[in-house]
């Protein structure tokens, strides 16, 4: 399945990194968006709770693009027959795509973060990275496994672009609000850690659900 | 099949609708504070019960489709969760009212279950769509029934999720869901979620069988079909 | 010990009748000639062979498997060449090669093997959309037969190859190979040459012998 696994995710990084796709396009989708809430919110510089909501609601809206074109190759390109009939465990499908997610988001964070530091953060991030660093990793890991199972839900309808954000935003409202929260101290002028424990707690219990749930289920999906 | 026990079951959920009636406008004490309105909570809460248990219940009849590879599985989740979405409705009405009767305000950012009630019924009204974009009915029952074992786990994450963030930011908590209830108010409640629970159960039978005596018709019109051709 | 028993098999499309009452039994080592014009059912019967689609009635075994049930048998003995190559257009055709190899679990060294094999050794490196069709052809069969399977699933495989590239490929998909082949092709004269069964199929079910097909 690890062999599996592997290929299947080389693969999809090796065409993103040729076509170069889903990430520049989700990049550039995060700092447009703080563009935005510049001019929406009418505020040269955010902190504590506005910071850290309009952080993580740009995220997750740059990940529902990262879902959308989750499948894409195998829609456009190669298609998912190749994939039927190899011997291989729908498992290793939903773990190589999850991890192909998460990679792209890690690529988009790492431009998305300092740039929210740069455009609208007030105070600076640097003594808050290693709390955020892991906020991030665990929602990284939520936001592949619920977007990776409605990637492949949605893979085979007619509707796929709108059933995407619709499936995947309200799913996501558990991550958010634990995301949001966990960060909020972190990004106020008197930084301080509130409740880390806590909230953190909320996120590991969302990606082991979602990660349990999306193995048992997807053997059910892409396939006839 | 489905409708073995209908009329028994149509009797008794007429029979506890009007006996909640009852109880709600003779029984249960006026509240001091919100007035006639309060009652509606009599209605909404039951209502939001009977919709949540319904979205559990299609989860778990999606389970059983999926292991068994029974389409019946499947339409009875279907009907469930559709008749839980309707209800939605209700809850989401009922509570807005009691919302601006009993505080003025249209909506309650601040009231958990209201708020992640939202959230939930957002999500499956994504069903529909889902669904009847699949065109393959194989394919659409099994989507379906992912779909609705994703979105009935997501309920209670979701709902602890929402409480946690309320505790959190909004101190102030609306008690009358509690346990706490005097005893009037406690029966008039039970009753009326007792009415409720039958109303769904009555509904999702009668749809089954509609549907059920529809497939049949189907089927045999197919198999006439194919006796013309040959 | 037959290949493939088919008896009375169905397929459908929502309330439309893809394949209906379709029966034929093919021995190991034959080849099957499916003929029909478009919309027969010839592609829904591969796919179902193949183990993709899953048969709505009737009974199916191939290779040993009762389909639908034992569909999880089947991946890894079937070589499927549709009328979609299954190439990722971005990647090269060895790349392409490497990942099949990868997910059935063959030696990398076959990968170098069948590109010479199908004459495709010196364009392995270039991206598949810079490949013209009869290239991608080749390299699709060579996708196809990567793993050794026990039955080809064949629709049109010559399409886009000239005479020369095509007489290359029959140790690997002709008669040649020894293995199992359903054979779907409008070349009705040279598909029958190369027959062992015939199955007609006109709008999903079985055609007579003198049936007219292509109307």
């Known amino acids: 399945m690890i062999v599996a696994a592997r290929a299947i995710l080389r693969k999809d990084l090796l065409i993103e990194l040729r076509t170069k796709e889903s990430v520049p396009a989700m990049t550039l989708f995060t700092l447009t968006v703080y563009v935005l809430f510049h001019f929406g919110l009418d505020r040269d510089s955010l902190d504590g709770e506005l910071a850290s909501g309009v952080l993580w609601v740009t995220l997750l809206l740059a990940a529902v693009i990262g879902v959308s074109r989750l499948f894409a190759a195998e829609r456009e390109q190669g298609g998912i027959e190749g994939l039927l009939l190899a011997p291989v465990d729908r498992t290793a499908l939903f773990v190589a795509k999850a991890a192909s997610l998460f990679v792209m988001l890690v690529m988009v964070e790492l431009v998305a973060l300092p740039a929210f530091g740069l455009l609208l953060l007030g105070p600076g991030l640097g003594g808050a990275l290693p709390e955020l660093v892991a906020i991030l990793a665990l929602a990284n890991l939520g936001v592949a496994a619920v977007g990776a199972l409605v990637a492949a839900l949605a893979a085979e309808t007619r509707a796929r672009e709108l059933i995407v954000p619709l499936l995947l935003l309200p799913l996501l409202v558990p991550l958010l609000i634990a995301c949001a929260q966990a960060s909020e101290p972190f990004l106020r002028q008197d930084q301080g850690p509130e409740d880390l424990g806590r909230w953190l707690g909320l996120l590991t219990l969302y990606d082991v659900v979602f990660v349990l749930l999306s193995v048992a289920v997807f053997d059910y999906l892409l396939e006839d | ?230 | 010990m037959a290949a493939i028993e088919l008896d009375g098999l169905e397929r459908r499309y929502g309330e439309r009748v893809a394949l209906a009452g379709v029966s034929v039994r093919v021995k190991e080592g034959q080849t099957l000639a499916v003929l029909g014009g478009n919309g027969a059912g010839k592609t829904t019967l591969l796919r179902v062979l193949a183990g993709l689609l899953r048969p709505h009635g009737g009974r199916a075994r191939v290779l040993g498997a009762e389909l639908p049930d034992e569909r999880w048998k089947l991946p890894g003995s079937i070589g499927y060449l549709g009328h979609e190559p299954l190439l990722y257009r971005e990647l090269s055709g060895r790349e392409n090669l490497a990942y099949h190899a990868r997910l059935h679990g063959v030696a990398p060294a076959r990968v170098d093997a069948l590109l010479d094999a199908v004459g495709m050794a010196q364009r392995a490196g270039d991206p598949v959309r810079e490949l013209s069709r009869g290239m991608v052809q080749r390299l699709a069969v060579a996708r196809a037969v990567l793993h050794e399977p026990a039955l080809l699933l064949l629709d049109e495989p010559r399409a886009n190859l000239d005479p020369a590239a095509a007489e290359r490929l029959e140790p690997l998909i002709g008669r040649a190979s020894g293995r199992t082949r359903v054979l779907v092709s409008h070349d009705v004269e040279g598909t029958m040459a190369e027959s062992d069964v015939i199955l007609r199929l006109k709008r999903g079910r079985p055609a007579a012998e003198d049936e007219e097909l292509y109307r």
């Not at chain 2, 309707?86 to 209201?114: F, M, N």
């Open chain 2, 1 to 230: 099949m489905y409708s073995k026990g209908l009329k028994p079951l149509a009797v008794a959920t007429v029979a506890s609708l009007a006996a909640a009636m009852a109880l709600v406008f003779f029984y249960a004490p006026l509240d001091a504070d919100q007035g006639f309105v309060q009652k509606i909570f009599y209605v909404h809460v039951p209502l939001a019960i009977v919709a949540l248990g319904g979205f559990v219940a299609g989860g778990v009849m999606a389970v059983r489709h999926l292991r068994s590879g029974d389409p019946s599985w499947d339409v009875r989740s279907y009907v469930a969760i559709h008749l839980s979405i309707i209800l939605g409705v209700g809850v989401l009405a009922t509570g807005s009212i009691w919302a601006k009767a009993s505080w003025g305000h249209w909506w309650l950012w601040d009231e958990p279950v209201l708020v992640s009630f939202l959230v939930v019924f957002l999500l499956y009204c994504v069903y529909y769509p889902l669904r009847f974009s699949i065109e393959d009915p194989e394919r659409q029952a099994r989507y379906s029934s992912v779909f609705a074992i994703t979105a009935g786990a997501f309920v209670p994450l979701n709902f602890a999720a929402v409480r946690l963030a309320q505790e959190f930011t909004h101190p102030r908590v609306l008690d009358q869901t509690g346990g706490s209830l005097p005893g009037e108010m406690r029966l008039t409640f039970l009753v009326s979620l007792l009415a409720m629970a039958l109303l769904f159960v009555t509904l999702w039978k009668l749809e089954l069988t509609a549907k059920h005596a529809a497939m049949q018709l189907k089927k045999l019109r197919r198999r006439l079909d194919a006796r013309v051709a040959a």
